[in-house]
Each structure stands twice: as C-alpha cells, then as structure tokens.
Nanobody, 116 residues
Framework: QVQLVESGGGVVQPAGSLRLSCAASGDILRFDAMSWYRQGPGKERELLAVIVSSGMTNYEDSVKGRFTISRDNAKNTVYLQMNSLKPEDTAIYYC??????????WGQGTQVTVSS
C-alpha cells in the first residue's frame, strides 16, 4: 500500500477555483489508476475523475468540463483542478490509488466548501 495525503481544500465562493493535490509516499506508476472521489453531507462517496497509467482520463458527468485530473509522476502527485465551483460541490474530497491485485489506498480527505 501507499500513503496518500490530500491538500488544497478550503472555502471558496461560487464560480471560484481550487486545486487539490494528492501526494503519494511511493511511485504512483505502480498503480493502474489514480482517482478523486468526494462525499457530500448525507451522501454516499462518489467517483469524480480517474487517470490511468496511460494518461487517459475519465470524468463523472456533473464535473465534466469543470474539473481536470492530472499527475506529476516525478513528484508522485495527482491533482484535481476545480473551476466554476458550485455550492453542490461542497464535500470532503478523497484521493485513491488502485491497481490489479492491490488493496486500494485512500487519503484522509480534504474539505471543500463552496459558499458566498
């Protein structure tokens, strides 16, 4: 397993932007996929964005066009650039590392609050 530490959360006004970071303790290329999830108040955890080892990405419909997942392999860090934020984006955001035959690793989460 790998330790993941998310950062970059905070309070932002609607239409604002934030960039979340997920720093891994080891080589992220060991994992087939790095993902961002979120869990809003009273809601289940949902998958937002995935980046696989080839660099291909995929997004949940509600964030497509607003959020961008990327990674810096040299820094073992995955990012989530979030633009045009809405109050409904308020949630705890989690990073996950997953690979074939590996138990998925999770970070502790970072709080994002979108409010005027």
């Amino acid at each position: 397993q790998v330790q993941l530490v998310e950062s970059g959360g905070g309070v932002v006004q609607p239409a604002g932007s934030l960039r979340l970071s997920c720093a891994a303790s080891g080589d992220i290329l060991r994992f087939d996929a790095m993902s961002w999830y979120r869990q809003g108040p009273g809601k289940e955890r949902e998958l937002l964005a995935v980046i696989v080892s080839s660099g291909m990405t995929n997004y949940e419909d509600s964030v497509k066009g607003r959020f961008t997942i990327s990674r810096d392999n040299a820094k073992n860090t995955v990012y989530l650039q979030m633009n045009s934020l809405k109050p409904e984006d308020t949630a705890i955001y989690y990073c996950q590392a997953a690979g074939y035959g590996l138990i998925p690793s999770w970070g502790q989460g970072t709080q994002v609050t979108v409010s005027s």
